[in-house]
């Protein structure tokens, strides 16, 4: 009951950000949180002041690192450009190790977060390696969806989970001879230098409502655009990117600017990990649950996939299911006379096990790519790092 009041409170705050809440209470709380959100602004900006100008010590680890991050919160579609830049490294001889935080995956104990934080001279606790490049060693639980995704489709390439990245970067190269360390979500993890900053931006919604959180979308203002070394423009289709580019340039003028779509690959069987090709989907009745941050790009994108979506339900993002909740989108998917039931790859990582069913359950695979194509993935980014 817990879990589910803070899912409903975290969702109202989420529309309330995203200007879906109507009502009093909404009324109420945005002239607040618009007075939180110039405060963190202020903040935000100071801190990346302080580490420019070396009041706050940026630590060098003698290898290339690479920052994949956003400016705002969720939606980007950074978990497939961390997977093809690594598998792409991966191809030109490097020996890539991933760096996240797991993003909430279960917190180590509260005393040895306290000593690792407070006990100097102390040897600290070593991150969680969730793949050593050989094997998966942690669930989605322990190590968080998107590292647990990553070490799960790129054999070879260790993935490890700490807060304190410069602590995983020494650990990736002491124990696993990383030449090459991917900072997943590391555009605002400012403590490791020497690095090049690969920033997504989100076609559809670059800067939300221009505010900084709580109030928007930001995790900092439109200004830290300057820190990015290139820039990929997702979510792109068409011509239609350049308003959007226009607004970058304001605050870049140096960085190469790629638009690029997400496409899907394939359909995967959660249970079995039969591969169904897209056109599967033509005329399929099905059901589609989310919890992601922006569902409505999953449901419509299974529209055009040919899908006839008979029930829906989105979830807040990161959303853990539980076994009745599976049960229940199966029973309301088969009753409307639905013949499978369709998630994204990054919810199947939190379903519960379950038996086989009457109807499959699925989850969709996808990949970025240039919408020039005269040009590569692999070739603007190896270009951009100085690698053949």
Request: net charge positive; hydrophobic share 40%; with cysteine.
């Amino acid at each position: 009951m817990a879990l589910k009041a803070l899912e409903s409170l975290e969702q109202f705050a989420t529309d309330v950000i995203l200007d879906r809440a109507a009502g009093r209470r909404a009324s109420l709380l945005k002239p607040f949180l618009l007075l939180l959100a110039t405060v963190y602004a202020g903040i935000m900006r100071v801190r990346a002041r302080f580490y420019q100008d070396a009041i706050f010590r940026r630590y060098s680890v003698g290898v290339m690192v690479i920052s994949v991050g956003n400016l705002t919160v969720g939606g980007t579609g950074k978990t497939p450009v961390v997977e093809k830049l690594a598998r792409s490294l991966q191809e030109a001889g490097r020996r890539v190790a991933i760096l996240s935080r797991g993003y909430k995956s279960v917190p180590k104990p509260l005393l040895t977060r306290l000593a690792d934080k407070f006990l100097p001279g102390r040897t600290p606790s070593p991150p969680r390696v969730v793949s050593d490049g050989k094997s998966v060693l942690l669930d989605s639980a322990q190590s968080g969806d998107e590292p647990f995704m990553l070490a799960r489709n790129l054999p070879g390439v260790a993935v490890l989970v700490d807060s304190d990245r410069v602590k995983s970067a020494r650990h990736a190269i002491r124990h696993y001879q990383a030449d090459t360390l991917l900072l997943d979500d590391g555009f605002q993890y400012l403590r490791l230098g020497d690095r090049f900053n690969l920033l997504l931006v989100d076609r559809q919604n670059p800067f939300g409502n221009q505010h900084v959180l709580p109030r928007g979308v930001l995790r900092e203002p439109p200004d830290a655009l300057r820190r990015a070394d290139l820039i990929l423009l997702t979510k792109c289709a068409g011509n239609e990117h350049t308003e959007v580019e226009k607004k970058i340039r304001r605050h870049n003028r140096h960085a190469p600017i790629h638009p690029c779509s997400h496409h899907p690959l394939h359909l995967e069987d959660l249970i079995t990990g039969e591969k169904k090709p897209l056109s599967y989907l033509r005329g399929l009745r099905v059901g589609a649950v989310a919890g992601i941050a922006v569902p409505e790009s999953f449901f419509e994108g299974l529209i055009k996939l040919g899908a006839e979506i008979v029930y829906q339900r989105s979830f807040a993002d990161h959303h853990r299911f539980m076994a009745p909740e599976v049960e229940n989108a199966l029973t309301r998917t088969r009753a409307r006379r639905g013949l499978a039931l369709i998630t994204t790859e990054k919810d199947s990582v939190r379903f519960p096990p379950f038996p086989p069913r009457d109807i499959p359950v699925l989850f969709l695979r996808v990949e970025i790519s240039l919408l020039d194509e005269n040009k590569t993935f692999e070739k603007v980014v190896r270009q951009a790092l100085g690698i053949r």
